[in-house]
């Protein structure tokens, strides 16, 4: 079974079902054994089994993360991509936003960013969101960007984006989402299906706790996740009946954990997972967990699993 295909909204660009996360290429904040060749190389097997949704920040180590992943697109070709990037929270002013992006079509090498998002709502609500959609209509008037997209939007900042945005659709919403953290379905996902949002799914392996290689003897100690509260010990050990779950299906279908569990995403209709990778292994594994469905008896095992689980954020 090859990859499939969808359009991201109402009138966006064709991505695979399973994108490439590049939080990863910002430097050692994710640990010793990040390397930006191995990050390249690991776009470029994503590419070679029909992944074609690649995302970055200028956020991600300063600027770093775009420009490993224009290397890239360089080697690999910019046209069989689809590029996503965000600008920062501290650059939402109608000129700034202009700027941002102009230096992410540098740093990226490009000269249209293919889905181009806002990284998060102003939490102290100092810019007017309607003078930020309009740097981005203005973006999207000029062919600078094909795509108007957000990321970490609560419904009442879409319904307010949309209206700003007069017409212009937005493509998708990048949210966190994954197994043990699902509250967007509480209102962000259905608003987003009713209105043809297509949402972006971060974190999809709850930054490795999903893939069954960490517990409570076992965490990662790079300073991501030394503050991620999914690796104190209390949340691994509610997570692991889940992950075993997800254990045993994968053994039964020849399968990984981290498949598994990227496969329950893809099975939600208009949800696309951009798990992150280091290296060309992870990124084969990530883009082979488009490559089978879960049955209805295997969704409803790990539903059970983990609407049984409480993460404890204190
Ligand atoms: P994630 O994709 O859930 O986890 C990524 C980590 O899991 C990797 O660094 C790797 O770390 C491990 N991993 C990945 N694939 C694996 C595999 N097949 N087998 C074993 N381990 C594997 O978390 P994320 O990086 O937070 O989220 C993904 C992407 O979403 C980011 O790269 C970024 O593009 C985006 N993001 C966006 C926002 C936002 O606010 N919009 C926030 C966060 C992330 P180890 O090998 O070290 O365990």
């Not at 000029?142 to 997209?149: D, F, P, R, Y």
């Not at 419904?155 to 953290?181: F, K, M, P, W």
Request: proline share 4%; glycine share 8%.
């Amino acid at each position: 079974m090859g990859l499939e295909y969808i359009k991201l909204g109402k009138s966006g660009p064709k991505v695979s079902v399973v994108g490439i996360g590049t939080w990863q290429a910002s430097g050692k904040q994710w640990g010793d054994d990040v390397k930006d060749h191995l990050i390249v190389k690991a776009i470029g097997r994503s590419l070679e089994l029909g992944v074609n949704l690649v995302d970055t920040a200028e956020l991600y180590g300063d600027g770093h993360s775009e420009k490993v992943v224009g290397r890239a697109l360089k080697k690999y070709g910019r046209e069989n991509f689809v590029v996503a990037t965000k600008f920062h929270g501290s650059h939402l002013h109608y000129e700034d936003v202009l700027k941002a992006c102009d230096a992410s079509l540098k740093r990226l090498g490009v000269k249209q960013i293919d889905l181009y998002q806002m990284h998060w709502p102003d939490p102290w609500e100092q810019v007017p969101l309607k003078e930020t959609m309009k740097a981005l209509k203005k973006l999207h008037e000029e062919g600078k960007i094909l795509s108007v997209a957000v990321s970490n939007f609560a419904v009442r900042d879409l319904e307010e984006a949309r209206s700003a945005l007069d017409g212009v659709e937005i493509a998708s919403n990048q949210v966190r989402y994954n197994l043990l953290q699902r509250e967007i379905e509480e209102e962000v996902l259905p608003y987003c299906t009713k209105n043809g949002i297509s949402i972006l799914a971060w974190s999809p392996l709850a930054q490795g706790v999903l893939t069954g290689k960490y517990s409570p003897s076992k965490v990662p100690s790079d300073r991501v996740r030394k503050r991620n509260k999914l690796f104190e010990r209390r949340n691994l050990k509610a997570a692991a009946p889940l992950v075993r779950v997800l254990r045993e299906i994968g053994e039964a279908r020849g399968r990984t954990p981290a498949q598994v569990a990227l496969n329950w995403i893809i099975s939600r209709p208009g949800v696309v997972p951009i798990p992150g990778a280091k290296n060309p292994s992870q990124a084969e594994e990530n883009a082979g967990a488009a490559e089978f469905k879960l049955t209805a008896e295997e969704l409803q095992r790990i539903e059970e699993a983990s609407r049984a689980i409480r993460i404890s954020y204190f």
